[in-house]
């Protein structure tokens, strides 16, 4: 089953913060997170393992809440590179490699 | 050090006949799986194939099938085409790393229209 993020979209400014939620109903193993920019293929920024450890990609982090099933994803002071479509993917246990994709937050940072 | 690469980028069918899509993984990398991304909608995992074998499936029809060869590029076959099956077509490559989740590196991707 797939994942549910929120919000669909979320306009920023440079330099504001924005936060992007990625919940499952099922048990996760992990979390990926990926950006795509128009015509593009996915970026990967990073995995997040079931242990609640947070990671961090340049200005970008994200967590993961093991208990709720939830991961976010945090763009603090946003820069115009950012904008793009995130996408959260996600993994359970004994299906290593299949990943399940939400629908997708777009981020469109204004000047 | 070439990425992921597809051919062809853009392709486009009649409703009812077959295709071919084809994947050359990242240098070093022997695993491949393929997503079919609607427009406006997030990656679908098709399935994955690891030493030349199916390793795992997503919820596609028996008309999505797939090959890896010895070199582990990839193909995928799409038979009796449906209008539906209009997407763009992700291959994406990796190395398994002993039972933990790996970052999977994704081309740039197949655009099919069937008309």
């Known amino acids: 089953q797939q994942p549910v993020q929120s919000p669909q979209a979320v306009i920023l400014r440079e330099g504001e913060d924005a936060v992007i939620n990625c919940s499952s109903s099922?048990?996760?193993?992990?979390v990926h997170w990926y950006r795509q920019k128009h015509g593009e293929a996915p970026v990967f920024l990073m995995i997040?393992?079931?242990?609640?450890e947070q990671k961090g990609h340049d200005k970008i982090s994200a967590s993961f809440n093991e208990k709720k099933q939830q991961s976010s994803l945090y763009l603090t002071a946003s820069q115009l590179s950012y904008s793009g479509t995130y996408f959260c993917?996600?993994?359970?246990?004994?299906?290593?490699?299949?990943?399940?994709f939400g629908s997708g937050t777009q981020v469109v940072v204004t000047p | 050090d070439a990425g992921v690469t597809q051919s062809p980028t853009h392709l486009i069918k009649t409703r009812g006949q077959q295709v071919t899509l084809r994947c050359s993984p990242k240098?070093?990398?022997?695993?491949v799986s393929w997503y079919q991304q609607a427009l406006g909608q997030g990656p679908q995992f098709i399935f994955q194939?690891?030493?030349?074998?199916?390793?795992q499936r997503g919820n596609f029809p028996d008309r999505f099938s797939g090959h890896q060869f010895p070199n582990y590029s990839s193909e995928l076959n799409v038979n009796a085409l449906l209008l539906g099956d209009s997407a763009l077509y992700l291959c994406?490559?990796?190395?398994?790393?002993?039972?933990?989740?790996?970052?999977?590196?994704f081309g740039p991707g197949t655009r099919l229209t069937v008309t």
């Open positions: 994406a490559s990796s190395i398994p790393t002993g039972g933990q989740p790996y970052e999977q590196y």
């Open positions: 099922k048990a996760l193993y992990s």
């Open positions: 997040l393992l079931k242990g609640g």
């Open positions: 993917g996600t993994e359970i246990a004994d299906s290593w490699g299949k990943l399940q």
């Open positions: 240098s070093g990398h022997d695993t």
């Open positions: 194939y690891y030493e030349e074998e199916e390793r």
